[in-house]
């Protein structure tokens, strides 16, 4: 029932809260599943009784901590695993990640944050989910790392010479050439699909593994490799 009532609570937060969003680091040491800190790539926005998600794995930072890469967490005795140096991790206050999947409707300017991220509180629940609210469908869509539902539609993007996704599908307008894709927050692998609504040209390099030439209409998309950290088009 305590459970319940902290999920009810956060849930009407998230409704009537403007939207923040996590800051995205990763780890740069493997961490074992007995492990009492943790050793991140930037301490960027890092506090004491802030939160920090690696994998499905929800850690919370000491009370002592002030500044540093070592940074000293309590883990959740259910869910403590083994993570490899590398790995994405995502820092923000406690009721910014969730225990439930959210549903139904949604206002993308009134959400509590972006993305949404669902952390089950225990190792039978699965992985963590994260999920977005579509300011074209205005409902919830699956995010990053969370194939429990087909991708839908997100926010349109203009061609620019570095190309943010609002999502895993979305729409491109303009002409502008790419150059350069960038990293939205709690992107770590896997792709996204564009739909050109122009003809705008995609110089290889950078982050890009080739060049290409977008087709209007016809689907457009990119599977992320972390080893080489480059995406690849499939036209």
């Not at 780890?27 to 301490?43: D, E, G, H, R």
């Not at 952390?119 to 995010?143: E, I, K, M, Y």
């Not at 003809?199 to 016809?218: E, L, Q």
């Amino acid at each position: 029932m305590k459970k319940l009532i902290v999920s009810l609570a956060a849930f009407a937060s998230l409704l009537a809260a403007q939207s923040n969003t996590q800051t995205q680091t990763s780890i740069t040491a493997a961490m074992t599943a007995t492990q009492n800190y943790v050793v991140l790539a930037s301490a960027t926005n890092v506090a004491a009784a802030k939160t920090i998600l690696i994998d499905s794995e929800l850690m919370v930072v000491g009370k002592y901590y002030t500044a540093g890469l070592n940074v000293p967490v309590t883990r959740n005795t259910e869910k403590k695993s083994v993570h490899a140096s590398g790995t994405m991790a995502l820092v923000g206050k406690p009721a910014w990640f969730a225990t439930f999947d959210p549903f139904g409707g949604c206002t993308a300017a009134n959400t509590l944050v972006t993305p949404y991220v669902t952390v089950p509180l225990t190792n039978v629940g699965g992985d963590a989910r994260q999920w977005l609210c579509s300011t074209v469908l205005n409902r919830w869509v699956p995010g990053w790392n969370n194939d429990y539902a087909p991708a839908q539609i997100t926010a349109a993007v203009a061609s620019a010479s570095t190309l943010t996704p609002s999502g895993q599908l979305f729409h491109v307008t303009g002409t502008t050439t790419v150059t350069a894709i960038g990293i939205p927050v709690g992107f770590a692998y896997g792709s996204f699909t564009v739909i050109p609504d122009g003809v705008f040209a995609v110089t290889g390099g950078n982050n890009i593994a080739i060049s290409s030439t977008a087709v209007v209409s016809k689907p457009l998309t990119y599977i992320y490799d972390p080893n080489t950290s480059k995406f690849y088009p499939s036209y």
